[in-house]
């Protein structure tokens, strides 16, 4: 606004207010007032071209109010979600008040971002699937290559069971260290992205980081998933290597 403005720190400048004018017999005189600037802020949002700040005297001076009156009221909430029970509570005390909140001045904003977050979640959710096609892929070509060793191994005695086993416990082992290493740099990233944003040159205004909040239940869900994931996708192949016939594939050994 100021640079729209023309303005600096120091300047001064007219507000006229026309919805508080005066009648005068020359006609309809609006309210004005000198005002100088004392600082300028910058949130780097759309906010910056419509939103000023002066003290409650000189508001209530231009917009010709009484000391102890006020055209709007503000008020931030510890748990922004809890808006229906605080204008519920409100309406009770402050009857002849309208109330506006976040949900009706930013909503299309918050809607963008649940938007986001949904296919945000889709996207992680194609992520592990093509994760468990690989484990799938990768054991069934273990079994593939692997089918001379599997029927020595149960010429000597070994068991379907036990080839199932096998292969089902290098699946997990894999889907294990897999998970731990993608959760140990997402944890890693996580905390560091604004870091990590300045240094690939991304990095938002001066001032201003993304916020991080880390949840360890979620965190615990989403490895916890994987896991049981990576042990879904062996069964599959390892069944596949407990049907191996040693002599049908000896044959040709």
Known sequence: MSRKLGVSVGDKLRVIMPNASTYTPLGRVPSQRLFKVAAIYETGSEIDMALAFTSGASLQRVLKLDKNTAPNLSVSLHEPFELDEFIEASQRILKDYNYSDWRSTQGTLFAAVAMEKRIMSMLLALIVLVAVFNIVSALTMMVSEKQGEVAILQTLGLTPSQV??????????NGVIGTAIGAFLGVIFSLYINELLALVGLNLLAGIELPVKFDILSLVIIAFASIAMSFLA??????????????EVLRYE
Do not use: C, D, E
Request: aromatic share 12%; charged share 20%; glycine share 4%.
């Open 234 to 247: 062996t069964l599959y192949p390892a069944r596949k290597a407990a049907k191996v016939k040693p002599a």
């Open 164 to 173: 199932q086993k096998v292969f089902m416990v290098q699946g997990l082992y």
